[in-house]
């Protein structure tokens, strides 16, 4: 069956191993995409040894761990959710959830209610001063034209 194709269940399981595996010719790619956007000579090989493990019977599984024990864990798309990767996986979520907390805490902090007195009544001296300075802005805020 040679060729490149992503029909039946081999198609399928040949997709999904290629798209999970990181060409190494330094495009950063996944194997199925290197092949077609970047045309390396190192991901048509992967494919057909892909592929060809597939017609064999091997599953996607095993097929990733050859891979992985031949180059290394760099090989994956994702790294395994281990050791020092677990930092990958899980501070940008902390970072976003860290950021808005603070946020609201700024935003909150801003005026607190317990510190703001009610005016109910303003006697005039204070409302001839507020009409005052409301026109004075009025009067700088004005264009010049």
Not at 1 to 16: A, F, I
Not at 28 to 46: A, R
Not at 78 to 101: C, K, Q, R, S
Request: with cysteine; aromatic share 6%; net charge negative.
């Amino acid at each position: 069956m040679g060729g490149h194709y992503h029909g039946g269940l081999v198609g399928d399981q040949l997709l999904v191993v290629e798209r999970s595996l990181k060409c190494n010719c330094s495009c950063g790619l996944d194997v199925h995409s290197c092949q077609f956007q970047m045309q390396c000579g190192t991901s048509p090989g992967w494919s057909e040894r892909i592929r060809l493990d597939l017609e064999a019977g091997q599953t996607p599984e095993a097929i990733q761990a050859g891979f992985v024990a031949d180059f290394g864990t760099q090989v994956l798309m994702l790294p395994p959710p281990e050791g020092f990767n677990l930092l990958g996986y899980f501070l940008p979520a902390a970072t976003i959830l860290v950021a808005g907390a603070l946020i609201g805490l700024v935003a909150r902090g801003g005026m607190k209610r317990e510190r703001l007195a009610p005016v109910t009544e303003i006697d005039d001296e204070d409302a001839e001063r507020l009409r005052t300075e409301m026109q004075k802005l009025d009067q700088a805020e004005s264009p010049d034209w």
